[in-house]
């Protein structure tokens, strides 16, 4: 009678997979800070894009990491940079699968910050104009969802204009909408090999005191026309997702980011917690609070979890 009269439903349809894509073959290195995950050359990362969709997962994001770095992130509009390999590799692989592309440059400049930098301030015109232009790569290459993370204002306004011309009319954008200035990036920038070499990213990330101005910056995307919009990171910010579901009723996604995942494979590796239903129950938060779905580290354990008896 519980399950007959359950309100909110968690299924793999509602997770995304995040994968770190380096250069090599056959390389599958181990991040350190979260077990279990790899940054993955393109051929390995195919593979794994495979048994994503056999787990019954809709979607992977592709976040890249490089040969080279320089201050004009030149790798991120590439023809041949490491996400547009990976995305035409996997679509080639598993043509059903959508591939979403992070579209930011902290991982392809050799500052580590999200936009081109000129007398250590980050520039934001100039930090468009290559959005554009990386979201035009991306598309050619193949990627259904364009994600621009980056917190630039106008970003998406720029994107989509840049996509329509290109003929790029059914690529959809995913605005991180209201990304917040957190301590919970702490693994993902580990695994990404993109630490700012100075200062930090609070000039153009959220403020975590602050839930109002949320709803600002999603309307905005919104009306530059963003097709999803994004809260990041999930668990601290339930009460974010659920006011941006409520007001704007749009697809909404949630990031359970790195130090999320962090905590609960630390605690389940002390013998502290149960990590299976501690994971479906945190997973479950996210999506009660108003996410359509969510990128989280634990998709494909989740997927395997689900489809067990409980």
């Not at 439903?9 to 073959?25: Q, S």
């Not at 990491?65 to 590439?78: F, G, H, L, S």
């Not at 080639?92 to 936009?115: R, S």
């Amino acid at each position: 009678m519980r399950a007959l009269v359950r309100e909110t439903e968690l299924t793999p349809g509602d997770l995304v997979l995040p994968l770190f894509i380096r250069p090599g073959k056959g390389e599958k290195r181990p991040i350190r800070s979260m077990p279990g995950h790899f940054q993955y050359s393109v051929d390995e990362a195919a593979k794994v894009a495979r048994m994503a969709a056999q787990a019954g997962l809709p979607a992977v994001i592709l976040f890249g990491i490089p040969e080279r770095k320089d201050a004009k992130a030149t790798d991120a509009y590439a023809t041949d940079g490491i996400v547009q390999r990976a995305t035409r590799a996997i679509k080639d692989a598993v043509p059903q699968l959508i591939v979403i592309a992070d579209l930011c440059f902290c991982e392809y400049t050799d500052h580590g910050h999200c936009g081109i930098v000129r007398n250590g301030v980050i520039e934001n015109d100039p930090t468009l104009a290559l959005a554009a232009k990386t979201a035009i790569s991306q598309a050619r290459a193949g990627a259904d969802i364009v994600a621009p993370s980056g917190m630039m204002d106008g970003q998406v306004a720029s994107i989509r204009r840049a996509l329509d011309r290109g003929g790029y009319l059914n690529t959809a954008i995913l605005a991180y909408a209201a990304k917040y200035s957190s301590a919970f990036y702490g693994p993902f920038r580990d695994a990404a090999e993109s630490p700012p070499r100075f200062g930090d990213r609070s000039t153009h990330q959220m403020d975590p005191a602050n839930s109002r101005e949320a709803l600002r910056e999603v309307q905005l995307d919104l009306q530059e026309g963003a097709d999803i919009v994004m809260v990041k990171p999930a668990l601290p910010y339930l009460d974010v997702v659920s006011a941006v579901k409520q007001r704007f009723g749009v697809p909404t996604a949630a990031y359970s980011v790195s130090g999320e995942f962090a905590m609960l494979k630390a605690a389940a590796l002390n013998g502290w917690m149960d990590e299976r239903k501690a994971s479906i129950e945190a997973h479950l938060s996210i999506k009660r609070a108003g996410a359509d779905f969510m990128l989280t580290y634990y998709a494909l354990e989740l997927a395997r979890w689900l489809g067990e008896p409980a």
